[in-house]
């Protein structure tokens, strides 16, 4: 793989579902520790750096840093683990998720997303996140063609909402900005068997922080109640 992995946890041979952990732009698999510790005795769990962030290698050219170059990541990720596979991810994470469900329906078993929305389908806004993410790159602590991974250039994800039928859950921090909850509450409406929790008090990073173990733990019911009843 052209990216830095981590798999540790449970023999993905003797598990019924793998999770693999996606996270946002400026961010690294490293901030999914603390819930993947929760959660590697009953799962196999992985995560890996986005090109260009934490320990993956940073290309010079900007066309590698795409959303679709991510996904095709995804899939590398989950031939490697070779079982069912729930993706977890925050932020840009959580969209990428979304987007891949979109356009490779079923080969998910189920969607966990925090803090996160499903993109525009009106070219003015995505065009306005787009201007706003490349004004405040300098932000994120990346390069800034890695930053390129964050803008966004079609609807397909607000396209295909309803056609997402695995089993979701979507998580907000009732502490971080209210667009967040917002979106959380337009996705529960849209996709066909979505489920929307408002974390009491959890901020932007709430998987970080003394959240974690809340995180882990509806992480691991919706799993149990929502993913494995489906196979």
């Known amino acids: 793989m052209r990216v830095h ?12 579902v793998a999770l693999l952990f996606l996270h946002g732009v400026g961010s690294s698999s490293a901030t ?16 890996f750096d986005l090109l260009g962030h934490g320990e993956s290698p940073t290309p010079e050219d900007p066309e ?3 959303r679709d170059a991510a996904l095709g990541d995804i899939d590398d990720l989950l031939t490697e683990l070779g079982t069912p596979t ?17 356009t490779r329906p079923d080969v998910a078993s189920g969607l966990v997303v ?25 932000r994120f602590g990346v390069a800034p063609q890695a930053a390129e991974i964050n803008l966004q250039h079609d609807g397909v994800v607000m396209d ?32 066909p068997n979505c489920r929307f929790v408002a974390v009491d008090g959890g901020e932007h990073a709430m998987h970080e922080s003394s959240h974690a173990d809340e ?11 929502q993913v494995l009843p489906a196979f």
């Open 114 to 138: 925090l803090n996160t929305g499903p993109g525009f389908r009106d070219d003015a806004k995505r065009e306005a996140w787009n201007e706003r993410s490349r004004r405040n790159a300098h």
């Open 5 to 16: 992995t981590v798999i540790r946890g449970t023999d993905p041979l003797s598990a019924p």
């Open 215 to 225: 995180i882990a733990q509806l992480i691991a019911r919706f799993v149990t109640e």
């Open 160 to 191: 295909r909402l309803t056609e997402i039928t695995v089993p979701t859950l979507v998580l907000a921090g009732t502490a971080d900005r209210p667009e967040y909850a917002g979106a959380g509450e337009y996705l529960a409406h849209k996709m």
């Open 64 to 66: 590698l840093f795409t």
């Open 86 to 102: 729930v993706l977890v991810g925050h932020s840009l994470g959580g969209y990428l998720a979304l987007a891949h469900a979109a």
């Open 32 to 47: 999914w520790t603390t819930v993947m510790d929760r959660l590697a005795d009953a799962y196999p769990v992985a995560s």
